[in-house]
């Protein structure tokens, strides 16, 4: 039986399956795409950019039908996964309007009569990537990848065929060359050999830290870069001069957004004495988000995307509380098929409980009150993860003194954390390292090459 089978998370029925990629199946593939990798450098950085805007335009042609296959494959409510797909074609207009200027050779002064270094195409990178945001983790590195001159190699996550096939369809309506993105239905077994293989010159994979791991030392093996966006257990700190009220507001949105299930999700709520009124506020419009059939343009919060997940979530809480936390919202599992959990907030967290300390990936809050601003960053820190964090403060002075001393690859402030074309964006420690998306982004996966003219 393929391990690629699309289950309907609110129902839990089967919607369709696909056969794994054959050894001959994979072998066609990266020679397509090696040939696509050739033709697309040899472009140029202007004659690649139109292309890129058709990719974009065609992204939000099909968004209104596309995010149904977000919401049947992976139970994401539908006005989010619409927002998703709009949110792909913006990466690669984006990327279309600034990869000329962020490509462009910089010129160096030295005493030779011309030296600049540049920035050149690596190759086909290979994309392992994950179910959450099936969509925009794709074009979260692709948009930048193909700007630069890159080819790519979708190994998508199993549970979302229809969604890697989709992506797909959309290169080829957007008339770009064809093997410029080809999409592998490869077994984690295959994995090892795609990386080593020559036609494959660089890795990109959104996951587990333990599949960062897997995947970093393969890379080392084989003497690939990799960018690697992994797990997170961001902190969202509430001081007590905060808007308490826009900030129960927005760590509602932060903590159940895709329903629980992302990596930049606020997770670990730190409370500064004197603004326990916060955990009321926040308690009282997570049990107010709807949750019901994901399909509906009104739901809020949709089921999660497999029962493993599911189960180990409740595993967490369960644990945590039996802990000695304080279940204030949500914590039981409904009795009705599918792949669902209700929102859920645990107070009195504390390290040494799975809520705190691993990730939690789906609708749980954990909330813990400490004295200050200096132990709220003492405790935000005290995580192997370091992706993102959230401060909540009228003070802006001290807020941007505290986003220096938070170790993690994004601070935003009065706000929740985002990854945006923009800016940016990965994480530190065992959340991983590289960066997605800005100029960093454009440039992750080119070779730089210094030119010195005497």
Same mark, same amino acid.
């Given at each position: 039986m393929s391990s690629f089978r699309a289950i309907n998370p609110a129902n839990g029925q089967l919607i369709t399956s696909r056969p794994e990629a054959t050894p001959a199946q994979v072998d066609a593939a990266l020679a397509q795409s090696d040939a696509a990798f050739r033709e697309w450098s040899n472009l140029g950085v202007a004659a690649r950019t139109p292309f890129l805007r058709k990719l974009g335009d065609r992204l939000k042609e099909r968004a209104a039908d596309d995010a149904r296959i977000l919401v049947e494959e992976m139970g994401k409510p539908y006005a989010q996964a619409k927002a998703e797909i709009e949110k792909c074609a913006f990466a690669c207009h984006f990327a279309a309007d600034h990869a000329e200027q962020w490509l462009a050779p910089q010129s160096i002064a030295t005493e030779a009569k011309q030296s600049f270094v540049r920035h050149e195409p690596m190759g086909s990178v290979l994309a392992i990537m994950p179910w959450n945001f099936p969509y925009w983790q794709l074009f979260r590195f692709g948009a930048?990848?193909?700007?630069?001159? %890159?080819?790519? +190699?979708?190994?998508?996550?199993? %549970?979302?065929?229809?969604?890697?096939?989709a992506i797909v369809e959309i290169f080829s309506e957007a008339g770009l060359p064809p093997g410029l993105i080809v999409n592998l239905f490869a077994p984690v077994s295959a994995i090892e050999g795609l990386i080593a293989d020559s036609r494959i010159a660089a890795i990109t994979l959104t996951g587990s830290t333990r599949a960062g791991q897997s995947v970093a030392a393969l890379g080392a093996k084989y003497l690939k870069p990799s960018v690697l966006e992994l797990g997170g257990s961001d902190p969202f700190i509430v001081l007590a001069d905060a808007d308490l009220e826009a900030a129960a507001t927005i760590a509602s949105k932060a903590r159940l957004q895709n329903n629980g299930q992302s990596c930049i999700a606020a997770k670990r709520f730190i409370v500064e004495k004197g603004a326990e009124e916060f955990i009321d !506020?926040?308690?009282?419009?997570?049990?107010?988000?709807?949750?019901?059939?994901?399909?509906?343009?009104?739901?809020?919060?949709?089921?999660? @995307?497999?029962?493993?997940?599911?189960?180990?979530?409740?595993?967490?809480?369960?644990?945590?509380?039996?802990?000695?936390?304080?279940?204030?919202?949500?914590?039981?599992?409904?009795?009705?098929?599918?792949?669902?959990?209700?929102?859920?907030?645990?107070?009195?967290?504390?390290?040494?409980?799975?809520?705190?300390?691993?990730?939690?990936?789906?609708?749980?809050?954990?909330?813990? +009150? +400490?004295?200050?601003?200096?132990?709220?960053?003492?405790? @935000?820190?005290?995580?192997?993860?370091?992706?993102?964090?959230?401060?909540?403060?009228?003070? !802006?002075?001290?807020?941007?003194?505290?986003?220096?001393?938070? +170790?993690?690859?994004?601070?935003?402030?009065?706000?929740?954390?985002?990854?945006d074309p923009r800016m940016?964006?990965?994480?530190?420690?065992?959340?991983?390292?590289?960066?997605?998306?800005?100029?960093?982004?454009?440039?992750?996966?080119?070779?730089?090459?210094s030119v010195w003219i005497a």
């Open positions: 930048s990848a193909l700007a630069s001159g %890159n080819a790519i +190699v979708l190994k998508h996550a199993p %549970n979302v065929p229809q969604c890697a096939e !506020r926040f308690r009282a419009k997570m049990a107010a988000t709807r949750q019901d059939d994901p399909l509906l343009p009104e739901t809020e919060l949709g089921p999660m @995307a497999r029962a493993d997940l599911r189960d180990e979530l409740h595993a967490q809480v369960a644990a945590s509380i039996a802990a000695g936390g304080q279940c204030l919202l949500g914590g039981e599992v409904p009795q009705r098929d599918g792949w669902w959990y209700p929102a859920t907030l645990v107070a009195n967290a504390a390290p040494g409980m799975p809520v705190w300390d691993a990730e939690t990936f789906g609708p749980a809050a954990a909330v813990r +009150v +400490v004295q200050d601003a200096q132990e709220a960053v003492a405790v @935000a820190n005290a995580s192997p993860f370091g992706l993102g964090a959230s401060v909540w403060t009228a003070d !802006r002075q001290r807020a941007a003194a505290m986003a220096s001393k938070l +170790v993690c690859g994004a601070v935003f402030v009065n706000d929740l954390v985002r990854s940016p964006f990965g994480g530190t420690k065992t959340s991983g390292w590289g960066r997605e998306l800005g100029i960093e982004g454009m440039r992750a996966f080119t070779a730089t090459k």
